[in-house]
């Protein structure tokens, strides 16, 4: 079972160039997200989506776009990275449009290093 | 708006300790709770969840009840292990998912 799949695992970046978080998931489910990870601030929704072509913003979105074109897929564009934006990244979906009540499947993760 | 407050870390435990990891919420409605495990190198996965008030989730021996009247969701475990080393994540799902800033547990033999 693939679940949620992310690459890259690991990239570095310098400041100003443009990259994109891949995300893929085979289970057929509605609702995606991204998070990053930093230190002594948990988990924070960047942005998500709760079906093909309808995306919102989370907590932090700024410096990040996001597009749904498929069930599937769920990238994550950085369109110029800055050293604020190192993080670890993680996607993750849920069977539900309103994850509240259902479980949140990971990503293994992407960590990121921008210089 | 909604919120997750939990127990600051690290947390260094012997094998066969009882553990504890607090968490608190704030939320308006009623969310469910929820409590995610992450190992290193990992993304998280799913430890036990409860969906209304008194509800108690329990998996792998760790338990947690769902108390809105302290608006907690507490963790334990009556006697851990080292394979339990990990970081302990509460969350909160309502309008969205909420989660805490993450309690690192380690258990040495």
């Known amino acids: 079972n693939a679940g949620v799949t992310q690459t890259p695992k690991f990239q570095v970046l310098k400041t100003g160039q443009s990259m994109t978080l891949q995300c893929a998931q085979d289970m057929n489910h509605e609702y995606m997200s991204w998070y990053r990870q930093d230190p002594g601030m948990g988990l924070r929704l960047i942005h998500y989506s709760v079906g093909a072509g309808i995306t919102d913003q989370g907590e932090v979105p700024n410096g990040y776009n996001v597009s749904r074109s498929t069930t599937e897929d769920f990238p994550l564009r950085l369109l110029s990275a800055a050293p604020s934006q190192t993080s670890v990244y993680f996607c993750?979906?849920?069977?539900?449009?309103?994850?509240?009540?259902?479980?949140?499947?990971f990503g293994e993760g992407s960590r990121l290093t921008v210089l | 708006g909604d919120s997750v407050t939990q127990m600051e870390g690290p947390v260094t435990l012997s094998e066969e300790a009882f553990l504890t990891i607090n968490c608190t919420y704030t939320?308006?409605?009623?969310?469910?709770l929820f409590w995610y495990v992450q190992y290193p190198g990992e993304g998280l996965q799913l430890l036990l969840k409860?969906?209304?008030?008194?509800d108690k989730g329990s998996n792998k021996g760790f338990e947690a009840t769902y108390r809105k009247e302290t608006t907690s969701f507490h963790l334990e475990k009556g006697s851990v292990q080292v394979s339990d080393s990990a970081v302990y994540f509460c969350?909160?799902?309502?309008?969205?998912?909420?989660f805490g800033t993450g309690t690192s547990l380690t258990v040495i033999p």
């Open positions: 993750a979906s849920s069977q539900t449009r309103k994850p509240n009540t259902g479980e949140l499947f």
């Open positions: 969350a909160l799902g309502g309008n969205q998912f909420y």
């Open positions: 409860a969906t209304k008030a008194d």
């Open positions: 939320a308006t409605g009623y969310p469910s």
